[in-house]
């Protein structure tokens, strides 16, 4: 089972900001550094190290670039400054990188040494900048050439990220909302305004929440937002947590927030209430009482269903995983015959009356469906709550819920058992009916 990402990205992110952030929290340096110098790609250095803003103690992934390959990104003075005192510095970069686009760098990306999700990762990150650089430039995929996935340090940023998600066996990462700032920002093709254009086209598209905030300048960046996008974000934190571990990454642009993006590594704990212990109650004594179950939201769901024939079977598995990771409580897809008697399949999807529109929003966004139905549906939910097993092999998680006649049903959490079963050596079946058997 692998570990929930929480992104607090309050004061922005970029690229290099979740690099430094994820190393922070532990992802391993020198694998990094043995991916990154795999790749057919010259002209740059990393470097890793500490850095303060305001005070706080941070990790910093800096690539820093050749003289030949130098654009500027990270200078204030060109973001912000006299054009004409750093106009050759532009024209130079664009001229040395005009040729780059897309399918390139999904060539550089094939040529290094990537683990299967991490390479899945970053051609998924390279997709999602070069449409949002696509719509914003009226040009057709294959003719993007753009500085964002264009450049050498962007390039590193994208399979960097990648790489350290993938190290720190991140499955879930939760990003409640993007904050950007306002005004203009100097790029490769002139003044254009904050947000950026292709950040918009990112956090539109995949229904990403964004704020805007008084700060002048560019806090998010397409390759962050590009981040969050690519990665499934959730929009919504567990209502308790715990938090295992934090890291710091700073940003190099110095605005009036301090560019730093904090990453924490949670567990997500059960959503009973904890029954309050007055002060001088033996702590013993009140653990041993009985667990209170856990109250299940009992109220109406929302079916949510559209019929599909004319969308590749990637796109809808797409679909299904942006959808689960927004919320929805079951997505199903069932083959059936469409018109004509052509092979097609429904989308049915189970809701929280809450969660309906921005489901939609994204069944919309993410298939090639022009209409949805939905209708409420009342449900019969059993009483159930968490609880932990002692079996031969340490403990267990399961779930018990209790039937309408008081009688009481144990299941054992299937990740668990697989995990002992993997370890042990031993068929799945043979573990379940041994925990079975214990409890």
């Not at 390479?119 to 998924?124: G, I, K, M, V, Y």
Request: with cysteine; glycine share 8%; proline share 5%.
């Amino acid at each position: 089972m692998g570990n929930m990402l929480y992104l607090d990205c309050v004061n922005g992110i970029s690229g290099d900001m979740f690099v430094a952030a994820l190393l922070d929290l532990g992802a391993n340096e020198a694998r990094l550094r043995d991916v990154l110098a795999s790749m057919p790609v010259a002209g740059y250095e990393v470097r890793v190290g500490r850095v303060k803003k305001a005070g706080i103690d941070c990790c910093d992934f800096d690539v820093v670039l050749d003289a030949a390959h130098d654009g500027h990104d990270h200078d204030m003075a060109y973001l912000h400054g006299d054009a004409a005192e750093h106009g050759h510095h532009a024209h130079e970069h664009h001229e040395h990188h005009e040729h780059r686009g897309p399918a390139d760098i999904d060539a550089i990306i094939d040529a290094a040494r990537l683990a299967p999700r991490a390479r899945e990762l970053a051609h998924r990150l390279v997709r999602v900048l070069a449409e949002a650089e696509a719509r914003a430039h009226a040009v057709p995929l294959e003719r993007v050439h753009f500085h964002e996935v264009g450049a050498v340090d962007s390039i590193v940023d994208i399979v960097a990220a990648a790489v350290v998600l993938d190290d720190l066996d991140i499955d879930r990462v939760i990003v409640p909302t993007l904050v950007d700032g306002r005004g203009t920002i100097r790029c490769q093709h002139g003044i254009i305004p904050v947000p950026v254009p292709a950040t918009l086209n990112i956090v539109q598209a995949h229904g990403i929440p964004l704020s805007v905030c008084d700060v002048e300048g560019e806090l998010v960046t397409p390759t962050g937002a590009a981040i969050v996008a690519a990665t499934c974000a959730e929009h919504a934190l567990p209502t308790r947590f715990c938090v295992k571990r934090i890291g710091l990454g700073a940003g190099k642009r110095s605005y009036t927030r301090p560019s730093i993006l904090r990453a924490m590594i949670i567990e997500e704990l059960a959503d009973a209430p904890v029954a309050a212990v007055p002060f001088g109650t033996d702590n013993a004594s009140a653990s041993s009482a009985q667990p209170t179950l856990d109250a299940a939201y009992e109220g109406p769901v929302v079916r949510l269903e559209c019929d599909i024939d004319d969308a590749p079977g990637d796109m809808l598995a797409y679909a299904a995983e942006r959808l689960r990771a927004s919320g929805a409580r079951e997505v199903h897809w069932v083959p059936i015959l469409g018109k004509k008697d052509r092979p097609a399949w429904q989308l049915q999807v189970i809701a929280l009356p809450g969660d309906v529109e921005r489901l939609e929003a994204i069944i919309f966004a993410e298939t090639t469906t022009i209409g949805v139905r939905r209708w409420a549906c009342e449900r019969t939910v059993l009483a159930r709550e968490e609880v932990a097993l002692e079996t031969p092999w340490g403990t267990v998680r399961a779930k018990r819920v209790v039937l309408p006649d008081g009688a009481t049903r144990t299941r054992p959490e299937y990740e668990d058992v697989a995990a002992i079963a993997r370890q042990a050596g031993i068929p799945l079946q043979q573990v379940m009916a041994e925990i079975s058997g214990a409890r």
